[in-house]
């Protein structure tokens, strides 16, 4: 018998399986001291992260100004909410709006150690997924003519996408907890089915920092919402309070292999297969790829921005807002 977090050949911990148990239990039992083992380490974690963020609100961290307003996208916990669609959408967005955004992406999974590395400069695309990893170049084919920058630092390639390649308002993929930028709006996704995950901080739990963290948000999206009602948690609700809060729905549009092959859904349910978060069906020529979701319309990240009431989109009067803000 296969227990559930063990192998098919009963050998060996399934370490993905227990994860997804430990995360999914809210309760510290003594019955499952790896529960409490892991709640333990997680102690010293939220300390550290609570301090990070103190000396980061107190100036002792500096953030740095890049010359242009800055819009991240982000989350308050590990996995995903649906942060990259979010972020091609509102550079979408500024697009639309005359303006000249460039996305900046850690570039998680790509080989290159370059401070900077130009994913797309706005006419080509310059360098592939095994290169800058998977989300960046599928953000950079989804958005022709906006640049795509990754690197550890993203005031260095924001200062390197506004110097060189035009760019007059830089939107962060997944840049919450990336602090050491200052930004003029931080958008923060929240899965509607488990906003807070299991209330945990890491390793526990899936929470990078702790609830009171979304104080920092300007505004607040919850996905996944189509088939979940809003969040009931009265402390949640506390700390949202007074800001603009969204409900989207994210709707899986095509599958997209390393090479740039494009999969419609429709043909590919034809192919006998349905989705699932395990297991994203057949992948055409055979290389990994990654299903690829849109916020739904009525998600409006110009909304968003505008109900802050802020000019994040101001150009040289949010410059001179923030300038305002720090002489002050």
């Known amino acids: 018998m296969t227990g559930p977090c063990r192998t098919a050949g009963g050998s060996r911990p ?30 010293p974690y939220g300390a550290a992260v609570r301090a990070r963020n103190r000396l980061f609100d107190l100036g002792a961290l500096p953030q740095q100004d890049v010359g242009c307003p ?3 996208v982000g989350n308050l916990s590990v996995g995903g909410t649906g942060k990259t669609p979010m972020a091609i959408r509102v550079a979408g967005m500024l697009a639309d ?26 006419g080509r ?26 690197g550890a630092k993203r ?24 602090r050491w930028i200052r930004r003029d709006l931080d958008i923060v996704l929240l899965d509607s089915r488990a906003p807070l995950g299991n209330g945990f901080l890491l390793p526990r739990g899936p929470l ?20 979940t009602a809003p969040p009931s948690d009265k402390g949640l609700a506390a700390i949202l309070r007074g800001r603009p809060v969204l409900r989207t729905r994210i709707r899986p549009v095509k599958l997209v292999a390393a090479d740039g092959t494009e999969m ?33 319309r009525g998600s409006g990240p110009c909304r968003i921005i505008t109900a802050t009431g802020r000019r994040t989109c101001g150009g040289s009067s949010a410059r001179s807002a923030r300038r305002g803000r720090r002489s002050s």
Not at 129 to 142: H, S
Not at 157 to 162: C, E, K
Not at 166 to 176: P, R
Not at 272 to 296: D, F, L, Q
Request: proline share 10%; hydrophobic share 40%; no cysteine.
């Open 264 to 296: 419609p859904f429709p043909d590919w349910r034809e192919n006998g297969s349905s989705p699932s978060r395990e297991s994203p069906g057949p992948i055409p020529s055979g290389k990994p790829s990654k299903a690829w979701g849109r916020t739904s």
């Open 70 to 72: 800055v819009v991240s």
């Open 208 to 227: 990078r920092e702790p609830p009171e963290a979304l104080g920092r948000a300007g505004a607040v999206v919850f996905t996944r919402s189509e088939d």
């Open 125 to 150: 695309i310059l360098a592939g997924p095994d290169e800058a990893g998977d989300e960046p170049v599928l953000i950079a084919r989804r958005l022709p003519g906006v640049p795509v920058l990754a």
């Open 14 to 43: 399934d370490v993905e399986a227990l994860i997804r148990t430990m995360w999914g239990d809210p309760r510290n039992e003594f019955r499952r001291p790896l529960h409490i083992f892991f709640y333990l380490l997680s102690l």
């Open 155 to 178: 005031a260095v390639t924001g200062r390197y996408a506004r110097e060189n390649l035009g760019a007059d308002v830089l939107v962060l993929d997944d840049g919450f907890q990336h």
């Open 97 to 122: 709006r005359g303006m000249r955004p460039a996305v900046l992406s850690r570039g998680y999974g790509g080989r290159s150690a370059a401070p900077v590395l130009v994913v797309s400069d706005g």
